[in-house]
């Protein structure tokens, strides 16, 4: 069984096209929708990594993500956070926060794999 | 006089004072708060300076230590008459920065400090319960002496069942009218006329009582004098070091007691009021002293040996057969005791709430709680209620302790002294940039202990916590540790002893600490604005600019101060923007306004940290702060060089940064929305992006190549419709749209909406009274269906009952003609109602708002041009929109056809 991925994202097309990108890479994809119960959802399992959106319903990525930085479970495991704002001042805050990587939508899929994977490498 | 109309009086009394404070409230609500907010109403509350200890303390100090009660009211006549710049200072500041209380303002000068708020509510605390025991005491007192007169003398059991009732009753009315409402600066004004009443009364009864002893005992003036001249009271025996430590004392009291600093600062409504008070309080200072020696001297005259002078302006009348005038004097004692408990009781419960009591709860939440959990509002006043409650408590348990006796007169100045311990983080705060908050806690900290030690503690007596061998050797034998003999300075009064070394380390503490340490960004903007608060208004953003959208701001905001007010607060900033509707940008300028004004509801360290979990941290910055100050000193230097050539390039340079001000303002506007713009463009086109690359690499069944290309259809018509809907927006709010009237009937258009919005697949089905429906309306028609089909499609999409249902009525109101779309679906939130119609308005309760969210923006802009309205209907069951079609041209009935 592949390692775990959790994905946290609103938009269904985008959950199914970047589940159907990462299973084919050996992937397990998790997923959840909903911002306000995202934290509760990670430490229910922690996953290998989390692909993280900004915009979320209930609660920003970004609040998201400070919780699992701040949290000794989750701390360590890798965060991709996807914007579709694609300001810098978003960039900046996520790398401020402690995100791994920052990815601007649209994307492409190779962009994505590539990334999963050099971060698994590492 | 019986002792039963006694209590019916006092009762009847209580009662007036309700009725006083529920009208005050009931005009203020209305509007009518002109005169409420007086210069002479602001005096008047000044006057619970004036205790029950005052009113009848005064007389037994007098007679038992001649003049030196004089000091008592001579440290605030000085601070009123020569030191009112420092009032007008803390004035200022506490308006500008929304100060709720004294621990308020002691945390928030520095970096909003937590830690800060809560030593200064434990000393207020520590130092404010004995002197709410000696209000419950004096009040009880004075009812046992009218029950003595009948012949009924108290037992122990008598006094505290006494003193029971009366700390209920005061819970009571301190519940009511400082607890109906959170923001402090909408004050108490209830509380406030009630208790400038009650100052009226103890002045006419004391005034009542010395002129009846001066002329009515003595036979006038000159025999008055005569008899003090006679009398044994020892007027001039004098201890300088005494006096200098209690004008000192009373003076820094009169800043630091937590009473003082609400009625001061907190319920200060027109700074320009300090200006009366700076000659009225005195000369009500002076009348409420003006009889002392007199009713002292005659008291000691006509009464048994061993009375006790503490009540000379209960017994003297009674003495003389003057039923009357004892009662009335038997009011103003009770009306003395109960204003302070009542303003006290008020005051330390915020400060109990709003810095132990909530930061507690939030810290419980976790950070969640900001947007989502229960109802912060609620929780803030069920604090403060039960802080109330506790502090009344307190008093009554300290009565009950110290056994009432002697032991708890003296308390009076040793409480002063405990509360003047904040004197110098609040002088040091409001007039040195380079205090920091590590200065200010190592002096308060120290200051505390030196004056539980030396003073508080002892004032217990010999032996009940300090031992009597602590008190002459020191504690473990160590002789300068002696409590009333610190560092070897023996022979000082005791008192005189404490003030001096408490405050000399206190302030020491606090200049040394914060020399050596050095101040965090925000202390250091907080000093800044709290130094330079007459300089120039213009803060400095604490913020930086991060993720929090105006839609977060405003449901927290609502949580807090409740919904009608903190949508105003947002309608009116976007109004300020140009903008209809509740959301502003969220500007630096924004965010600073709207934190001032959640402190005032639950303090500047709660709200800063509040706004701190939904702006994400980003609080300023070393760098940031380095930037703003630089920009700063430029700006000065420049319009500095400018006021020396002429004040014609002033004012051009004044009118330059305001356009660039106002440039700038309209650039953050617009990159928010580009943002959003960004964000509703890329979300589909990363959906197209992403499956046309999948379907590239090919190694798929069909059914999944379908489905696939099926995605990608549908995201790219998402986009068009997106852009259409974009350009249809742009046009409307650039007013460049054209209208092109025609006359329809209604029915009709209602028909044709209901046909194009695709209502007819049978999911949602559609109730009609056509006959109400039939009349000719003149307008853009094809934008009024455009109204239409938005708000039928939007049932359809998003009704979630089992069997969609709309019903379409139409109807009149004073407005004209309507049209009202109600679904039978669970609705919209009430949080949400304010935010739908705004661009991209996402909504928060998780259901997704789907599309674009420009539909309804769409609307109203439509309905805006045409003359009429889009607005949701609050309180219907069901999703409800309500069209108000456009006045004039509208509904000529035709004639059924």
Known sequence: MGKRVLLIEDEPNIIEAISFILSRDGWTVHTHEDG?????????????MIILDVMLPGRSGFDILRDLRGNDLTKDVP????TARGQEKDRDLAMRLGANHFMTKPFSNTEVRDFVRDLMRA | MSFNSLIAIALGYVIFLF??????ERRAIAGHSNWLQSPIIYTLSLSIYCTAWTFYGAVGYAARSGLEFVTIYLGPTLMMVGWWWVLRRLVRIGRAQRITSIADLVSSRFGKSTQLGIIVTLISVIAGTPYIALQLQSVTLSFAVFSQVEGVSWDQADFYRAAVWVAIGLAVFTVLFGTRNLDANERHHGIVMAIAVEAVVKLLALVAVGAFVVWGVAGGPGAML???????INLWDQNSGRWIGLIFLSAAAFLCLPRMFQVLVVENADERHLHIASWAFPL???????????IAVVGLDLLPAGSNPDLFVLTVPLNQGQGGLAVLSFLGGLSSATSMVIVATLALATMVSNHMVVPLWLRLQGSQHATMSGDVRHVILLSRRLSIAAILALGFLYYRVSGGGTALAAIGLISFTGAVQILPAMIGGVFWRGATGVGAAMGLITGLLIWLWSLFLPSFGADAIISEAVMTNGPWGLNWLRPQALFGITDLDPLVHGIMWSMLLNAGMFVIGSLVTFPAPLERLQGAQFVNVFDHSNAAPTWTPAAAGAEDLLIMAQRIMGGNEAQAIFEQEAKAQGKAGYLPEVTLEFIERLERELAGSVGAATAHAMIGQLIGGSSVSVEDLIAVADEAAQILEYSNRLEEKSKEQERTARALRDANAKLTALSIQKDAFLSQISHELRTPMTSIRSFSDILREGEMSTDEQARYAGIIHDEAVRLTRLLDDLLDLAVLENGQV?????????????????????AYDGRLTILRHRPDENFNLTADLDRLGQVFINLISNARKYCDAATPELTIKVGRSSMGAFVDFIDNGSGIASDNQALIFEKFSRLTDGSKAGGAGLGLAICREVMQRLGGDVAYLANVAGGAFRVTLPPAKNPAKLEQT
């Open chain 1, 36 to 48: 306000m119960t995202a934290m509760d959802k990670v430490l229910g399992f922690p996953p290998d």
């Open chain 1, 79 to 82: 965060v991709m956070m996807l």
């Open chain 2, 226 to 232: 005569a008899r003090i001249d006679a009398s044994e």
């Open chain 2, 284 to 294: 009500y200072l002076f009348l409420m002293s003006l009889f002392v020696v007199p």
């Open chain 2, 738 to 758: 054209v209208l092109h009237e025609q006359t329809g009937n209604l029915s009709d258009l209602l028909d044709r909406a209901v046909r194009t919005s695709g």
């Open chain 2, 19 to 24: 009725a006083v404070a529920f009208l005050a």
